[in-house]
């Protein structure tokens, strides 16, 4: 049986990663990759170093 990780909230994805399962942890970070990178961005108020800024919490992705 496979878990639909779209479906599942933060704080099931968080349970998920803290039991070994990858797959969700890698879903919390396409949630809110862009989030993290926006905020970063409007305090730096330059597009690469807001991503230089994203990638320690999130990962490079773009």
């Known amino acids: 049986?496979?878990?639909?990780?779209?479906?599942?909230t933060d704080g099931e994805l968080a349970a998920l990663t803290l039991a070994g399962r990858q797959a969700a942890f890698a879903e919390i970070m396409r949630r809110h990759?862009?989030?993290?990178?926006?905020?970063?961005?409007?305090h730096i108020g330059?597009?690469?170093?807001?991503?230089?800024?994203?990638?320690?919490?999130v990962g490079d992705e773009r």
């Open 33 to 42: 990759q862009r989030p993290v990178y926006r905020l970063i961005r409007s």
């Open 46 to 57: 330059d597009a690469e170093d807001g991503y230089g800024g994203a990638e320690p919490t």
């Open 1 to 8: 049986m496979s878990l639909d990780l779209a479906a599942c």
